[in-house]
């Protein structure tokens, strides 16, 4: 009886980590995101710093994380739509 209560105490408490794994990925990317734009900004205003080779990387990761087409304009858009809409 002790082992079986055990074996479904262990199962319940699994699956409610499950559940709360899952609802922190949504959390998780959001907050890549806004990483990825403050290093894309940064870039962005200190220009002399950064070589064109990494400000394309950047934009890269960023437009493919975010399935857009990896065009400055596209990722700046959406860089500055993500931080207007942040609460």
Do not use: H
Request: with cysteine; net charge positive; charged share 20%.
């Amino acid at each position: 009886m002790s082992n079986s209560l055990n074996k479904a105490f262990t199962g319940v408490i699994a699956l409610a980590l499950i559940v709360i794994a899952v609802g922190r990925i949504p959390f998780s990317r959001e907050k890549e995101l806004s990483n990825l734009c403050r290093e894309y900004y940064t870039m962005y205003l200190n220009q002399n710093d950064y070589s064109l080779k990494e400000k394309n990387t950047k934009i890269k990761v960023i437009a493919k994380k975010t399935g857009l087409k990896a065009e400055t304009n596209n990722v700046g858009n959406f860089c500055n739509s993500f931080y207007f809409n942040q609460r």
